[in-house]
């Protein structure tokens, strides 16, 4: 098996995510396999129980694994289906290894950060590789070097480069920062030398250097930074900051990135040159729009945008499909309570997301109702679902208290029901319906129509849903459950009968999105987006 390892040094949040997929879009242009493993080095077993305030969004994965949004980053770009595997955190090795003791496994032994620590480590990257079939196999290793709880993977990756032989079959590639320091805008080297130092130290000796600048890095900078640094001076990278993250890997690409690992580890791609066609042609769309439409998103973790990650990716697949450029307005859903309704004047599209807790919930019933009566093209997801069915049974149906036992337990109208049947265990504690579930739409509903077919897959992440009980009135009503479950006892798409474009999935359709094949719900919202300003002008 063949490993290209990603650390990064100075500062976390350098991009090391969107560089490793990029590198993965690259090879696979050139026809080999790629997959990827994201190391996380917190002692959470997932992500499924972290803030969003803190971590940005929760990705869920086909087999429902809760996992950290690089995981996203690497599904979108090298078009892939990973499982929760791919994601390596400290609690889950350190969880392994206790298990093991605990049976005896290790005969008595002393149980040590090394060997037993960093046999795992090096267990779930090796058993991942080969169950994937790769042809390479992209390690991200999260945090920073010198970290403390870094230490173990990298060690692991160190061992790993002396059993898998460093000459072609483990590769080291280093992501830091550059800054430009002063009006005359000079390059900082230093942080990149510290950093390379701090990596060497403990036995690894990088291949090659991206640096992250605001600018490209000049020429003088690189060959400070491949003598100080012991690398061939083509193998150190520019990557300035870009206007879309999908142009990244162009810009490695005229570097010669792929050219340069493929000849380094003797791989052998299926094709002579890259086929990047449709990527140049999607970053076209996304550089220039013809079209400009704006949408609210309206949450309660609106301050910090990767908690919604993946419906700005799913809207920017969507609105390049269209060529038209989707500008988000984030909205605190409790200001909608305290600020009122102008918050909204001027968006073309309201999209209510997922989301746990009570908070903030009655200004996003707010917003699906300003949504309905104003005939804005509305999409609310999963918790979004669910608070249009609440807001229908308070303002149509006259269902006075109408909520969800989740935020009123004694509601007197309980529209949303927890069920009891679900079918696996999140690390939340809860029981959850989790992953990929398969949706039956009706024939003549607009979902149908946009997915061009009655019969889909998407991914889930949720407890509660709409009580049946509620069903023939709400449908008599003219909000249509126009998809359910393939036994038909869960409603997974909501439409309203009426409205230009009001429309709900329990489902999360954002995971799924990619850059040549869009969300197709958030497609529907686009499109209507664009029509309902287009009538306003």
Not at 164 to 169: A, T
Not at 403 to 429: R, W, Y
């Amino acid at each position: 098996m063949k490993l290209i390892f990603v650390s990064g040094g100075v500062i976390s949040g350098l991009g090391k995510g969107i560089t490793a997929s990029s590198i993965g879009r690259l090879l696979k242009s050139r026809g080999l396999k790629v997959s990827a493993i994201k190391i996380d080095p917190y002692l959470n077993i997932d992500a499924g129980t972290m803030n969003p305030f803190e971590h940005g969004e929760v990705y869920v994965l086909d087999d429902g694994g809760e996992v950290d949004l690089d995981l996203g980053n690497y599904e979108r770009f090298m078009d892939l289906e990973l499982g929760s595997d791919h994601n390596i955190t400290t609690g889950k090795v350190y969880r392994s290894v206790i298990e093991n003791e605990r049976r005896g496994d290790y005969l008595g032994k002393t149980v040590q950060i090394i060997p037993h620590i960093t046999d795992e480590i090096k267990h779930r990257i090796t058993s991942v590789a080969r169950e994937s079939g790769a042809d390479v196999v992209i390690v991200e290793l999260g945090g920073t070097v010198g970290d403390m709880e870094s230490m173990p993977f990298l060690e692991a990756a160190r061992q790993l480069g002396r059993d898998l032989g460093r000459e072609e079959n483990v590769m080291f590639i280093h992501t830091t920062l550059i800054p430009i320091m002063g009006s005359v805008g000079e390059e900082k080297t230093k942080p990149t030398q510290h950093s390379v130092k701090e990596l060497m130290s403990i036995g690894i000796r990088p291949d090659m250097i991206v640096g992250r600048c605001s600018e490209p890095i000049s020429d003088s900078a690189r060959s400070k930074i491949a003598m100080f640094c012991d690398v061939d001076e083509k193998a150190v990278i520019s990557a300035p900051d870009a206007k879309s993250i999908y142009a990244v890997p162009l810009s490695l690409e005229e570097q010669g990135v792929a050219d340069y690992i493929i000849e380094r580890m003797r791989l052998s791609p299926l094709t002579s040159g890259r086929d990047m066609k449709d990527w140049e042609s999607f970053l076209d769309r996304i550089l220039h729009p013809t079209e400009h439409v704006t949408v609210a998103i309206v949450g309660k973790y609106t301050s910090l945008a990767d908690s919604y990650l993946s419906h700005l990716e799913a809207f920017a697949h969507a609105g390049a499909e269209r060529r038209c450029k989707v500008h988000i307005r984030f909205i605190d859903s409790d200001d909608l309570l305290s600020k009122g309704t102008d918050l909204l004047d001027g968006v073309h599209g309201i999209l209510v997301p997922g989301g746990f807790g009570i908070r903030g919930i009655e200004g996003k019933i707010v917003a699906a109702r300003y949504a309905r009566e104003n005939g804005i093209p509305f999409l609310g997801v999963c918790l979004g679902f669910q608070i249009a069915t609440i807001e229908i049974g308070r303002d149509v149906l006259g269902l006075k208290g109408a909520n969800s036992t989740e935020f009123d337990p004694d509601t007197k109208a309980p529209v949303i029901c927890l069920m009891h049947e679900q079918a696996s265990v999140s690390s939340m504690g809860a029981t959850m319906r989790l992953g990929s579930q398969r949706v039956l739409l009706a024939e003549d509903s607009k979902a149908a129509g946009l997915y061009g077919s009655t019969d889909i897959t998407e991914r889930h992440r949720h407890r509660f849903e709409v009580n049946p009980e509620y069903i023939d009135m709400y449908e008599s009503a003219g909000w249509r459950f126009v998809g359910r479950s393939d036994d038909g006892h869960r409603m997974e798409v909501g439409e309203l009968k009426g409205h230009p474009y009001f429309v709900a999935s329990q489902f999360h359709p954002e995971f799924k999105s990619r850059p040549m094949a869009p969300s197709p719900l958030h497609l529907g919202l686009v499109d209507a987006a664009i029509a309902y300003k287009n009538d306003m002008d």
